[in-house]
């Protein structure tokens, strides 16, 4: 499925089943120096709030917002929206503690928690919502990854029934591991460069149209 050209937007209706979303906030932004990225303006907004809009606009519910690094900054970056905010005291240990943290916090209706790194500038709404589609296609039961040019990287989906094994994660390691040998069905999500580009340095963020004020 090749979800990197734009497509008419289609909100979530209240028959479809519930899919919770994780955005990963907590991180420490070393790469940056003294500055944390997800607090640059892209489009006059801090990234962080860019992405948690983005995944609000996909019209599901709860989304999570994951932090630890500078959490006050971070929330307030983000304030008024309609995120359920969760601290990681984690944080420090690595990526899949904040995995771990959003799972905890799904509810029991949800079938799924799609997994969304805030420091991805380029994924758009309607990426997302093609990667929700693709899970619901499955009825939930298989994994949505989403790939840059075939190969698997960022976002990706998390059905229910493999929650337990993800939280047994430890350390900076994400859920990779785990989706890959789960014997599951993988439905690789075609995002395009969207996929593979994070802002971890300051030439990235400048790059991509980021700054700080």
Do not use: Y
Not at 116 to 126: E, G, R, V, W, Y
Not at 153 to 175: C, H, K, Q, W, Y
Not at 181 to 208: Q, R, Y
């Amino acid at each position: 499925m090749d979800a990197s050209k734009p497509r008419a937007r289609r909100p979530a209706t209240t028959g479809n089943p519930a899919i919770a979303i994780a955005v990963l906030a907590a991180g420490r932004s070393t790469r940056m120096g003294a500055l944390n990225k997800l607090l640059a303006r892209f489009k006059g907004k801090p990234l962080v709030r860019l992405a948690a809009e983005r995944a609000l606009a996909t019209g599901r519910r709860p989304v999570f917002l994951v932090t630890g690094h500078m959490a006050e900054a971070i929330e307030a970056a983000a304030a008024g929206l309609e995120v359920e905010t969760i601290r990681n005291p984690a944080f420090d240990t690595g990526l899949s503690s904040s995995i771990k943290a959003a799972i905890q916090a799904v509810p029991d209706g949800s079938i799924g928690l799609l997994v969304h790194l805030a420091d991805m500038p380029t994924i758009t709404t309607d990426q997302l919502a093609a990667m929700i589609d693709c899970f619901l296609a499955m009825g939930g039961h298989g994994i949505a990854w989403a790939t840059a040019q075939g190969r698997r990287r960022n976002p990706v989906i998390i059905p229910r029934s493999l929650f337990e094994a993800v939280l047994s994660l430890d350390g900076d390691t994400g859920a990779r591991r785990v989706l890959e040998v789960s014997g599951l069905p993988i439905h690789e999500v075609e995002l395009g460069p969207a996929a593979n580009f994070d802002v971890d340095t300051p030439e990235t963020l400048a790059a991509a149209g980021g700054r700080f004020d």
